[in-house]
C-alpha cells in the first residue's frame, strides 16, 4: 500500500514530502524536496531524515529556493536527484558566486558546486515538445513533471503514480503542487494542464499536497504581476533616480520591473544597474532561457554598478563617469538593504541637496513586507513580535527614510491565493483525501469555499 508523509508541513518552509509503496516485498520511496526551514519559523532545529534506515530511491525538488533545496548536500551521494535544467543553472551561479569567498566559506560551495555539475547524479526534466517526460525508471512509481508559476522560474508540481494492488486501478495517484500561484505571467495555465494532462484519460487523483502559504493572510488584496510592472513604471515616470530591492531569482518581479523601466523611459532606453557581477550572470540565465520564449525575460542593457568608472564615446568631447550618465539618464539600480549599499545611495542625496539633480532618489522595496516589519498580526488579528524579520534590513530603510529618501513598497506574491487553492481543489476534484502543507495555519482549509472537498482536509498536529 502506497504512504505519504510529510514532514514539518505546518510551517512555511522546509517542508518534506515522503512516498513509499512496496514492489515484490522490498519498499521503495521517492522524496519531494529537502529544503532548510525559513527564518522566524518555530522549528529551532530541521530534523534528520533516517536515510540510512529508511533508503530513498530518488529526490524530486520542486524549485531552487532554499526552503526547499537548502539541504541538498545532506542527501547521500548514491541518491539521484531530479530538477528543472534552468533551475538548476540558477543554483549553479548562486555556489559559484559564493564559491570565490575566502577561506573554508569558499571551498564548502566549492564542493556543493562540484555537485551539482555532476550530471551522472543530477537528472532534469526533458521537454519533449508537448509535455515533461515522465520519470518510470525508480521501481513502484511513475512521476509526471508539470511547469507552474511561481517567484521561482522553472518551478513544478508533481502528478506520482505509486503502485497499490489494493485499488481499482493498482495505482494510487498523488497530486503534489509544490509552490505556485495564478497571477503571475504563466499562471493562467494551471487549470487547463490540471484538466488536460493530470486527469488525461479519466484518471482521478486520490491525494492532493497542496502549499497553502497565503492562508494566514487570507483577506489580503493580491496584485497580478503585470499590474505591478504597470504600478511600477507609473511610478518610475514620477521618479527618475530608483534603487530596487528585489530577489536576484524571482525572474517575473525583475521582468515586470525592467520593462517598467523601459516604458517609463520611453521613447528612449532604460538603464538597469545591479551591485554585483552575480546578479547580471542570472539576469542573462534567465534571458538564454526563459527569454528565448518570450521578450518579457529579456534583459539588455544592464551594467554593474561603479559609479566612479570612467567612461568615452566618440559622441563626447571627454570622458564621463557612471555617476554622471545615471543623472543624465535616470536609472533603476538593484541593491541590498544592507549598510554596505549606501556607497551608492548616498552620492545622489547629496547631489540633490547641492542642487546637482532636481530629485531625491527612492528605493523600490520589492520582497515580503515580513522582512522589514517589526511586527505582525496572527489570524485573530492580535498584534505580535515578527519572528522573521531581518533588523539589519529595517535599520537601513529606517536610516535612508530618515535622510529623506522614499521607500516605495511595490511586491506581489509568489504563492497561490485562497481563491485560487480553492479552484485547484476544484479543478484537481481529489477523491480520498487533501494534505494541506507549507502553512502555518492547515486548518484555514476548511474556510474555503470547496463544497463537499472540505470533508477530505486531512489536518496533522
Not at 517609463?264 to 528565448?292: C, H, I, M, V, W
Request: charge should be negative; hydrophobic fraction near 35%.
Amino acid at each position: 500500500m502506497a504512504k505519504i508523509k510529510i514532514y514539518q508541513g505546518n510551517q512555511i518552509g522546509g517542508c518534506v514530502t515522503l512516498i513509499s509503496t512496496e514492489v515484490e516485498g522490498v519498499t521503495h520511496r521517492i522524496m519531494i524536496d529537502y529544503g532548510s526551514s525559513l527564518p522566524g519559523s518555530d522549528t529551532i532545529e530541521d530534523f534528520e531524515y533516517p536515510w540510512e534506515e529508511m533508503p530513498v530511491d530518488a529526490v524530486f525538488f520542486t524549485h531552487y529556493h532554499g526552503d526547499h533545496v537548502g539541504r541538498f548536500m545532506d542527501i547521500p551521494r548514491d541518491v539521484p536527484i531530479y530538477i528543472g535544467e534552468t533551475a538548476l543553472k540558477v543554483m549553479i551561479n548562486i555556489q559559484e558566486a559564493l564559491a570565490k569567498l575566502p577561506g573554508e566559506e569558499g571551498r564548502q560551495h566549492k564542493v556543493e558546486l562540484e555537485l551539482l555539475k555532476d550530471r551522472k547524479r543530477i537528472h532534469t526534466f526533458h521537454f519533449n515538445g508537448k509535455y515533461y517526460d515522465h520519470i518510470k525508471n525508480i521501481p513502484g512509481f511513475v512521476v509526471e513533471p508539470y511547469s507552474v508559476d511561481h517567484s521561482a522560474y522553472d518551478a513544478y508540481m508533481f502528478l506520482v503514480e505509486a503502485d497499490e494492488p489494493e485499488s481499482d486501478t493498482g495505482k494510487k495517484v498523488i497530486l503534489h503542487t509544490g509552490d505556485f500561484r495564478g497571477h503571475g505571467r504563466r499562471g493562467k495555465a494551471m487549470l487547463p494542464v490540471i484538466k488536460y494532462y493530470v486527469h488525461k484519460n479519466g484518471r482521478k487523483v486520490n491525494t492532493l499536497i497542496t502549499e497553502g502559504t497565503m492562508m494566514s493572510r487570507m483577506d489580503e488584496q493580491v496584485r497580478s504581476e503585470t499590474q505591478m510592472m504597470v504600478e511600477a513604471a507609473d511610478y518610475l515616470r514620477e521618479h527618475k533616480y530608483a534603487f530596487l530591492i528585489c530577489s536576484s531569482t524571482n525572474l517575473d518581479s525583475l521582468a515586470s520591473f525592467y520593462q517598467a523601466a523601459q516604458m517609463a523611459a520611453s521613447p528612449y532606453r532604460g538603464y538597469l544597474y545591479t551591485y554585483n557581477e552575480y546578479y547580471r550572470t542570472q539576469l542573462k540565465t534567465f534571458s538564454d532561457t526563459a527569454g528565448a520564449f518570450t521578450d518579457v525575460y529579456q534583459f539588455e542593457n544592464v551594467y554593474r554598478l561603479d559609479l566612479d568608472r570612467k567612461l568615452k564615446s566618440v559622441k563626447w568631447d571627454k570622458s564621463r563617469t557612471q555617476k554622471e550618465l545615471m543623472e543624465e539618464r535616470g536609472f533603476l539600480a538593484v541593491i541590498k538593504p544592507e549598510e554596505w549599499c549606501e556607497k551608492y545611495v548616498e552620492p545622489f542625496i547629496n547631489d540633490f541637496k547641492a542642487g546637482v539633480i532636481d530629485q531625491m532618489p527612492v528605493i523600490i522595496y520589492s520582497m515580503w513586507d515580513g522582512y522589514v516589519q517589526e511586527y505582525s498580526k496572527d489570524v485573530d488579528g492580535n498584534i505580535i513580535d515578527n519572528k522573521a524579520k531581518n533588523q539589519n534590513w529595517i535599520d537601513f530603510l529606517k536610516k535612508q527614510e530618515d535622510k529623506g529618501v522614499e521607500i516605495k513598497h511595490l511586491h506581489t506574491s509568489g504563492h497561490a491565493t485562497p481563491q485560487m487553492l480553492a479552484d485547484v481543489i476544484k479543478a484537481v476534484a481529489p477523491t480520498d483525501e487533501i494534505l494541506p502543507m507549507h502553512t502555518e495555519h492547515p486548518e484555514m482549509f476548511e474556510k474555503l469555499d470547496i463544497g463537499e472537498y472540505s470533508k477530505l482536509i486531512v489536518v496533522e498536529d
